[in-house]
């Protein structure tokens, strides 16, 4: 009798901690942390960050030890909670083109809340990080583009990565890893809905749930708590009944592959990752070209139709809209040559040269292109130039895409343009902790980071 796909999945996933870690993922692995600490700062500051420290506090109350970003110490789980909504709020923490989800935040905000408590080592915080990369993207591969397209499969899928990075960091056994995978699976939700009906500040709030629920899955496992065996493929499992259709295969096929944490995207731009590639062309563009506004009669962008399932917004009423907005950002980077943090925080939604430039901008959808999503995410967009030019360029994949990553000096830059509140000493103190992790050499030391990582005394 064949083992389920659950239980070959688990049995991968525990597999990975008795090897070594190839250097190319423990590179990628100190990116990945330095891309949670640069969203987390980028929050911080944000109204919406303090609504979340209070939510987590109520919901979560007691002391703890574990920071939270904006210097708080929390207990565990309240810190998971907010750390995972406040570095989510930018849209800025990387993504994922197949899975369709946000890795980094559900992966890595309940193992850092767990390794003061838990005495982490770094090779342990690793193992337990890259477990939720490899659970969560799997799941959210798996789940395919109908589910993305109904679903936030980083409150879905993401679930199961967090108890899967909580599991390891809590030093699970298989059986009662699946059993933690199980009881997350059975609590996994989160509807776009809240996009159809301008509800997009509390987008926030599914990773911070779905954290929540990994966390408390793989307490319940631990606590000898049963979850779902066949939590995925089971006729009332996640596929079947959360509109999965991607590849099942997936889930636990291509176990000598590199981790899955290898082939996440770091975003390029403050706004939703659909929207990518339209700005990536227009960017090289108005680059390759010396273009202004000034010269522009009209813009022609063609997308895949699903990234309008997501980022749909026709244009913002609000700052919380901005990075849903495909004419917003396009105007914007167009006006100015740059798409910044302001720009989405502090939107001047009523500028005169905006709007004239907005109105010149013409979306459409092509069912071509949406037959190579989630795979690529092509995009054309053409201007044409009051000079009578016309200019075009076409982007299948994103700047940041595993294809066109970013390098450490890369990463640090993109830390202090997204996090502006960020000083020399704080960027330093944050770059240096998470390059550590790159290092085997420092496999045996503590892995908790210091809460002066999340602005304490600010």
Not at 13 to 37: E, G, H, K
Not at 245 to 273: F, H, M, Q, Y
Not at 329 to 336: D, H
């Amino acid at each position: 009798m064949h083992p389920l796909p659950e239980e070959t999945l688990v049995e991968h996933v525990v597999s990975l901690q008795t090897r070594p870690i190839a250097s190319a993922t423990r590179q990628r692995l100190a990116q990945a942390l330095l891309d949670w600490f640069t969203a987390g700062w980028s929050g911080m500051p944000l109204d919406a960050a303090a609504r979340l420290r209070q939510l987590a506090a109520l919901c979560h109350p007691g002391p703890g030890d574990a920071p939270a970003f904006g210097g708080e110490r929390l207990g565990v789980m309240a810190a998971a909670f907010a750390n995972a909504g406040i570095a989510h709020l930018r849209e800025i923490d990387d993504a994922h083109r197949a899975a369709m989800l946000h890795p980094g935040i559900v992966a890595v905000s309940p193992v850092l809340a767990l390794a003061a408590q838990q005495g982490l080592t770094q090779r342990r915080a690793a193992d337990a990080i890259i477990a939720g990369y490899e659970v969560a993207l799997r799941v959210g591969e798996a789940l395919g583009t109908r589910h993305a397209a109904n679903f936030h499969a980083t409150a879905t899928a993401g679930a199961l990565g967090a108890a899967a990075a909580a599991a390891v960091a809590l030093g699970l056994p298989a059986d009662r890893m699946h059993h933690a995978l199980g009881i997350a699976a059975t609590q996994a939700a989160g509807l776009w809905q809240l996009v159809d009906d301008d509800a997009h500040e509390s987008k926030s709030l599914h990773p911070a749930m779905a954290v929540r629920n990994g966390l408390t899955a793989a307490y319940a496992a631990r606590a000898g708590l049963p979850g779902a065996r066949a939590f995925f493929t089971g006729r009332r499992g996640m596929y079947a009944l959360l509109a999965g259709d991607g590849p099942v295969s997936v889930l636990d096929g291509e176990r000598d592959a590199p981790e899955r944490i290898n082939t996440a995207t770091i975003k390029a731009w403050p706004c939703c990752a659909q929207l990518f590639t339209p700005l990536d062309a227009a960017h090289g563009l108005r680059q390759a070209h010396a273009i202004g506004a000034e010269d522009i009669a009209s813009v022609e962008v063609v997308i895949f139709p699903h990234a309008l399932k997501i980022a749909g917004v026709h244009w913002p009423s609000k700052p919380a809209e901005t990075a849903f907005c495909l004419r917003y950002v396009m105007a914007r980077l167009l006006l100015a040559g740059r798409l910044g943090i302001e720009d989405m925080e502090t939107p001047d939604l009523s500028c005169p040269a905006l709007l004239d430039l907005a109105e010149r901008i013409t979306v459409k959808t092509d069912e071509g292109f949406q037959q190579a999503f989630p795979r690529k995410r092509p995009s054309r967009v053409t201007l044409v130039l009051r000079d009578g030019r016309t200019l075009s360029a076409l982007r299948e994949l994103r700047r940041g895409d595993p294809e066109e990553p970013y390098d450490w000096a890369g990463m640090q830059a993109r830390m202090r343009a997204f996090a502006p509140t960020m000083d020399d000493a704080a960027a330093a103190r944050i770059a240096d902790w998470c390059g550590r992790y790159a290092d085997p050499a420092h496999d045996a030391a503590a892995g908790a980071p210091e809460a002066s990582l999340f602005g304490a005394g600010r």
